[in-house]
């Protein structure tokens, strides 16, 4: 895993004050595990959904070589956290989440998930540790998985944001509605947008529907009624409609 690091400033919200402060964004190691579980912890605390989070545990395998673990730190401690997983368990789901066949498991990467300070929310962290992650993981691993609630509607438009697609909806660990969204390094995909559909975020018996009729989520908006996720359909590399 290559060193790599990016310093920049990012604003930091205090009462009644906006200040731009200095931040450096760079691979975790085990001595960051202690600070990174606290972190992780204390986020989990005050978001109050355990569903939208991994298991804590996944960031001491991800640190320890079964994937990577990027934070921001900022004042002397740590503000942000991105994980990604390689576990076996975790990238054998995806594997089959993604039909993709037992060859491509040495090339796919679990993004298990990014959590913020609150006093640095608004800052686009999650969008630019996407990016930062694609560097580490490119070119050898390519294929890049990830699972959102319906209900972490920030996290989703991040996600598709970053190029994932919602390929997938299923019910998951123990039971919670899951966007299950891909992205292909080596062949990005063009989603047609033209005679897109619109399907609210909370009707999770119709997004099965039309993902299965060939469909693909690319972004999610507002509507008077609720959010929704709009739907079109992935482009063949050759600039022709797939076939559903």
Known sequence: MPSVSQQFFLQKRELGLIRPVWCTMRLLTRGDIPEALRFHRRITEEIGDEGFFAEANTIEESIDGEGAVAGVFAEGRLIALRAVSYVDEYVDDALVDLELDESEKGHLAVMDFCITDSAFRGNNIQFFTYLFMETILYPHRYHLY???SPKNIFSLTNVLKSGFLAVRFKFKYGGHPRFVLYKNLRKPSAVQTRG???????????????I????????????S????????????????????
């Open 146 to 148: 990830t699972t959102v």
């Open 196 to 210: 897109h559909r619109e399907i609210l975020l909370r009707n999770y018996d119709y997004h099965p529907k039309v």
């Open 212 to 223: 299965a009729s060939g469909f693909v989520g690319y972004k999610v908006k507002h509507k």
């Open 225 to 244: 009624t609720g959010m929704a996720m709009l739907y079109g359909r992935p482009l063949a590399e050759d600039g022709k409609k797939s076939s559903p």
